[in-house]
């Protein structure tokens, strides 16, 4: 789908020579508390206040599709120190983590908000002696199994012992498992817990 580009920004993309540079801004989010923030730039660049360093980047051409396309985007970066090779190493290659790539015109730095910002996720990862490659792409709709959960009648759905389990003691059930039934000879009943099962008795009986 076409944006719609404040007037100053769609000359600055027009035109055909310019001293000010667009930057794609790439934040890496390798866990809850750790983001590589990269840019395609020989210096830093300040935005939205987040300090985005120098870093070689290659990647291909980013396109918005018209037709409902869901499209990949393969990353390179370099891997002369590495240090994103080692947290591939450690951490399952980085999959499924989150990478927000952003592109900013250097005119618009002071501003909060890209021209344009795209959030990805890391499907497919690979180490070179020179490069780290990453295949991106948007999240996988398709592939979500719905419903998230699956309703039963005479199964319980917690983990045995857990929040919402609560089971503490009582009982003669064994304290070690339960068989995730209500009235099971090990079950919620047994346990005297049958106000914390997680299945849903209410369902009706499939009826031929």
């Known amino acids: 789908m076409a944006r719609n580009l404040h007037s100053d920004l769609n000359a600055a993309k027009n035109l055909l020579h310019s001293d000010k540079a667009w930057f794609v801004l790439f934040s890496i989010f390798v866990s809850d508390s750790e983001v590589f923030r990269l840019v395609n730039n020989e210096t830093a660049v300040s935005f939205a206040g987040d300090t985005f360093s120098p870093f070689p980047i290659a990647f291909e051409v980013l396109e918005e ?18 240090i994103i090779s080692s947290y591939l190493e450690e951490r399952g290659g980085l999959l499924d983590k989150s990478v927000k790539v952003q592109i900013v015109h250097e005119s618009n730095l002071s501003s909060s908000t890209a021209t344009i910002e795209s ?70 009943a047994a346990h005297l817990n049958t106000a914390r099962f997680g299945g849903f008795p209410g369902i009706p009986k499939r009826r031929i």
């Open 65 to 82: 599709s018209g037709t409902g396309d869901l499209p990949y985007l393969n990353v390179s970066v370099s891997n002369h120190n590495r």
């Open 119 to 188: 959030d990805f996720r890391i499907r497919e990862s690979s180490v070179s002696e020179q490069t780290v490659n990453f295949r991106l792409s948007h999240h996988p709709f398709f592939e979500v199994d719905l419903p998230h959960r699956r309703y039963y009648r005479q199964r319980c759905n917690f983990r045995f012992k857990g929040d919402r389990c609560g089971w503490v003691s009582g009982g003669t059930g064994s304290s070690e498992v339960c068989d995730k039934t209500l009235e099971g000879p090990n079950g919620c």
